[in-house]
């Protein structure tokens, strides 16, 4: 029989730029709850943002200390019995031992969007983000990832993971659902009419982090044809090239102007039939909508924080004259279970696991977190906290 440890050790940040080894009491689970031994946790763009101070607030109280990791791979140590027959969201039965991916959010359910089924919209009341808040000064204190056990709160989302599906291909479930809705919704317009995006259509991705590539890789997944990627680093346009990219530049070394014309050139003189902007800066978006053809189509998923930046935007020139088609998104929606048939799927195409530029235990966390800001050094990095 298992012996579950007296505290649990977690990474908190206290402030942009510092983290800490905390000390936790293992937690206390009901009928309604869970405990996940956390397997492997991905560093988001997000945390990024905080770690650099450019989001420090979350519906208007501090974000520290907070316990990040919300792209969550763990196996259930304990569960509830209620939890076990409803925390699914398939309705399959848990058990310990089940390797589960966290939906992020837990939703009030009674809000108008909640109500109306809005799966790719946040809810208006959100309970939890796992990752973010409450923060790691509240019990039960253990809600993310960057710690060796998490509690699983009542009316949380779990997803089985298919047992042949290696964790470091299921952890990136959570940024694939992203790309599974942004290019679902960019596909909602017939293809054939030239209106939307379809089979043999290029595709420009502006900003190739993690999220930017696995988009790339959702647009192979429909067809594209033509496929380009851009990014300040060659360490991570060499992985685009890898993964799905026809064509990099390197917008450190290429002006705007000189990158809009080579792409234009590469597409009859009209550019992209679709171009996501997911560098996550304000000037990309308007460098995507400069860059798509008339009639076509723009996903901005880059912007996740309020970066506080104002830029020029001429909406006739950029957007009503081009006569665009553009997508917002600001959510992973709640059902994987159809993302998880993507990556299990493509699993033998595509090298999911290519991404990931380091492992870190808690402790190599705890001094090197700040590997995030260097582009030049990580693609991605994930988080394995019971690492040897």
């Not at 996940?36 to 946790?41: A, N, R, T």
């Not at 450190?252 to 560098?279: F, H, Q």
């Amino acid at each position: 029989m298992q012996t579950n440890p007296a505290t649990v050790r977690a990474v908190a940040m206290t402030a942009p730029g510092k983290t800490e080894m905390r000390t936790f009491p293992y937690p206390k689970m009901d009928h309604d709850s869970a405990i996940l031994k956390v397997e492997m946790s991905g560093i988001c763009g997000t945390d990024r943002h905080i770690f650099k101070g450019e989001a420090t607030e979350l519906r208007g109280k501090s974000i520290y200390p907070y316990i990040g990791g919300h792209e969550v791979i763990g196996s259930i140590v304990e569960i509830g019995d209620n939890a076990a027959r409803v925390m699914d969201y398939d309705g399959q039965l848990l058990s310990p031992g089940d390797r589960v991916a966290i939906a992020v959010e837990v939703n009030c359910g009674e809000c108008w969007y909640c109500r109306n089924q809005y799966n790719n919209t946040t809810c208006d009341n959100q309970i939890q983000a796992y990752g973010l808040h409450p923060n790691a000064d509240t019990p039960p204190f253990l809600r993310g990832g960057f710690g060796e056990y998490m509690y699983i709160r009542p009316r949380t989302q779990l997803f089985k993971i298919p047992v042949q599906m290696a964790t470091d291909v299921a952890v990136f479930v959570e940024e694939m659902a992203v790309a599974f809705h942004s290019i679902g919704r960019a596909s909602v317009p017939f293809a054939p009419v030239n209106e939307g995006f379809g089979p043999g259509m290029s595709v420009a991705v502006l900003g190739n982090g993690p999220l930017g590539i696995l988009h790339g890789v959702m647009a192979r997944i429909h067809g594209a044809g033509l496929s380009i990627a851009t990014d300040l680093s060659d360490l991570r346009l060499g992985v685009a090239k890898k993964l799905y990219a026809d064509v990099t530049m390197n917008a450190s070394k290429i002006d705007i102007e000189e990158r809009i014309g080579r792409v234009k050139e590469m597409t009859e003189g009209v550019g992209p039939d679709l171009v996501i902007e997911s560098a996550g800066e304000p000037e990309a978006f308007v460098e995507a909508l400069r860059m798509v053809r008339k009639g076509g189509t723009v996903i901005e998923v880059g912007n996740w924080v309020d970066l506080q930046k104002v830029v020029p935007l001429d909406v006739m020139r950029h957007i009503c004259s081009k006569n665009l088609h553009i997508h917002s998104v600001f959510h992973c929606g709640t059902n994987w279970r159809p993302v998880l048939k993507v990556l299990q799927q493509q699993s033998n195409r595509y090298d999911f696991p290519a991404l990931i530029s380091h492992r870190f235990s808690l402790d190599e966390l705890v001094t090197q977190f700040g590997t995030v800001t260097d582009f030049d050094k990580c693609v991605k990095i994930e988080v394995v906290p019971h690492k040897a």
